[in-house]
């Protein structure tokens, strides 16, 4: 049977043993100051190495050196690993338990080496010890360290199991097989076992390196995104002074403290001392002439030097234009890195001067109006009412003077009156900060009782809260009031009698309406019968004096035909005006009677004109007639409108003495619209506002009143009004006129 020389073997396992020593120590070495528990991984691989040294110098020296000493050394190394990797992960545990079974252990040893050599003894005592202790590791490994190294040490682990499961098959393999005496004349079995544990004792030393190669790298890692998230923060808090130095609204100057040269400056500066960035850098101070004392700097100087800082000094400033500026400066010594510095900080403080003096100016003014108003003003403590001032307005009001009052209570005095308008008072204050126009009684100093309007409001002197108040006398101002209270009770009293006699006159003027509205029906009553029965004898004159003028009676002398000529024409007016008498009358009296036809327009027209145009063919004008093709049905009264424009063409004709007379018919949407223009004498603006009047005809001092009634246009206007439509007219004096009648025809 083929079989290793177990010497040979052991050979090799010291030289791997002391290989896998080198790397270990270097390992140990190089990171023995950032983990602890290295030194024991080294120290448990030099016992290993010593184990092999003294088992492979059996025979050579003692066998309690080469069995019990080297088996206790190998059982005591993996102990010293425990530890050891106890410390690197830090889980620190106690192993009393195992130097006592380390004893036991190398009793049992010596037993079997020297009083009663047993080779399998041994081989099963050191093989419950490895298995006994690699367990121990597996559990640290896998149970007791945190869950997050679990997987940097999950191969060292996987070795100590096996490590365990080796030793329990040896011990397996040993007890069904025995072996001989001598290890190194024991079989293949063995030798493979010594070969697995040099094996594992690589994989070992491999796991271990990795172990912390792994270890090295998270904390590495780890300490870079430290190292990245310190850089951020002092990035930030950098671009935060930076940011700082350049927004804040004062002036900054860093200067180096060895040679007084300015090393920044920032926004705040450029703006008080108005030099740019660039000209104030790499210059002192001193060669920008900024201090306009030059005592300032010395002084600024010498406790910057004696204290270290400067605080709140004032100073003043030349600016690059000559501008002197009122400053407060404080300074402070600040180290960067090796160098020393100076930053001076220097506020402006010519606003705040400003603003003082606008304080000072407020306060004279504040003055000046306590002490001239003519009303009563003083300031009273909020809490007790005790006086703090009160003016010269305030003695003539009340009586008392300030030196009187001042430091003691209006409650003490008794001023007020009803002591319930002062709680009024403070209530409104406490509420709102503010009361106005409160009205409250007060007493005098010799007893008489003020009637007072007073206004308040709550103000702050050194912490404290006052009251500011402005009391004025309104005792005439009451009897004012009074006064006017009486003469409105007499107005209205007169008002009430008045009212009673413009009742009792309308009611006087009604009745006269209606005695009025009778007698004008009985008055065109008897026009209209007036007029009926003259219609009758005057057609007969007419007729008669008609039948004369054309010879029918037999031939007239030239004179007897004037005559007769002129009884005809008196006629014929004299009907005309009792025509339109009684259709005026009998519109006044409500008795016109509208109807309501349809009927053609456009023949209507024409027919009026055709009537008419011998009459202006006479006068030799042009009579024009325009009719829109949208004209056509009208429902209207057709015989009074015929009325309406026989009046108003035979009118245009009539005044017209040249020139031409239209007719124009149009209708919009809800209309129809008919003008009469004329190129004749036209009306002046004076008469334009009566020609619609009763018997109104305009006077001409040429030939004075036309012929005529002077009642055509006021007939027309009130029957197109009881036709639902309206008559205006334009007219230019001398150039004409035009009449137009709108009636209402809904599309
Ligand atoms: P008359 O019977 O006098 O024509 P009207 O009432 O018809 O009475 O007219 C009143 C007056 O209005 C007339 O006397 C005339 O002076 C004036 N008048 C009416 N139509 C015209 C017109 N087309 N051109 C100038 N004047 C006119």
Known sequence: MVSLDFRTVFTGHLLS?????????????????????????????????????????????????????????????????????????????????NY?????????????????????????????????????????????????ARADVRMTSAIFG??????????????????????????LWDTLVILGYQMLQ????????????RILRTALESDIAQRIQAENALRLSEQKFSAAFENIPDALVLTSLADGLIIDVNHGFTRISEYTQAEAVGKTTRDLQLWAEASDRSHLVDVLQKTGEAVGFEAVFRSKSGRLVEAVVSAAKIV??????????????????????????????????????????????????????????????????????????????????????????????????VVNNLEASFKGKDGSVIVALMSARIIEIDGEQYILSVTRDIADRLAAEEEILRLNDDLERRVRERTG???????????????????????????????????????????????????MAGELEPEQQKQIGMINASGKYLL?????????????????????????????????????????????????????????MLVSDRVRLEQVLYNLLGNAIKFTDAGSVRVDVRRSTDEMVFSFTDTGRGISQRDLTHIFDEFYQVKRHDIGKSKGTGLGLTVSKRLVELLGGSIDVESVHGAGSTFTVRLPAPG
């Open 17 to 97: 043993t002391a290989l896998c020593a080198v790397v270990l120590t270097s390992l140990w070495l190089k990171n023995r100051e950032r983990s602890d528990g290295l030194g024991f991984w080294v120290a448990n691989i030099a016992l290993q190495l010593a184990a092999s040294l003294l088992i492979l110098l059996r025979g050579f020296v003692p066998d309690l050196l080469s069995m019990a000493v080297a088996s206790t050394l190998v059982v005591g190394g993996i102990v010293l690993l425990l530890m050891g990797l106890e410390r690197y992960l830090d889980v620190p545990g106690k192993h009393y338990h």
């Open 100 to 148: 006592a079974y380390l004893v036991v252990f190398f009793a049992v040893h010596a037993y079997f080496s020297v009083v009663q050599p047993n080779l399998l003894a041994r081989n099963v005592n050191s093989s419950v010890g490895i298995g006994f202790l690699s367990l121990q590791i597996v559990w640290l490994l896998v149970r007791r360290v945190s869950a997050d």
């Open 162 to 187: 096996a490590y365990a499961f080796l030793s329990g098959a040896r011990i397996a393999v040993d007890l069904l097989v025995p072996a001989g005496e001598d290890l190194f004349h024991s079989g």
């Open 202 to 213: 690589i994989g070992l030393t491999l796991s271990l390196v990795l172990l912390v190669t």
């Open 336 to 433: 960067i890195g090796e160098e020393q510095f100076i930053l001076t900080v220097i506020h402006d403080a010519t606003a705040s001067k400003l603003a003082q003096a606008a304080v000072a100016r407020s306060e004279a003014k504040f003055a000046t109006a306590f002490h001239t108003s003519p009303d009563a003003v003083n300031i009273n403590r909020l809490e007790d009412g005790v006086y703090l001032d009160v003016n010269e307005g305030f003695t003539k009001l009340t009586g008392y003077t300030a030196a009187e009052v001042v430091g003691v209570s209006s409650v003490d005095i008794h001023i007020w009156d009803n002591p319930a308008d002062r709680e009024r008072l403070v209530a409104g204050l406490v509420a709102d900060g």
């Open 501 to 551: 006699e413009l009742t009792t006159a309308n009611e006087e003027l009604l009745e006269a309406n209606t005695r009025l509205d009778e007698a004008t029906r009985a008055k065109s009553d008897f026009l209209a019968s007036m007029s009926h029965e003259l219609r009758t004898p005057l057609n007969s004159i007419i007729g008669f004096s008609d039948i004369l003028i054309r010879g």
């Open 576 to 632: 005309e005006l009792i025509n339109e008498v009684l259709d005026l009358s009998a519109i006044e009296a409500g008795r016109m009677h509208i109807e309501s036809v349809v009927f053609d327009v456009p023949a209507l027209v024409t027919a009026v004109a055709e009537s008419l145009a011998p009459l202006a063919a006479e006068k030799g004008l042009t009579l024009g007639v325009e009719i829109s093709p949208a004209v056509a």
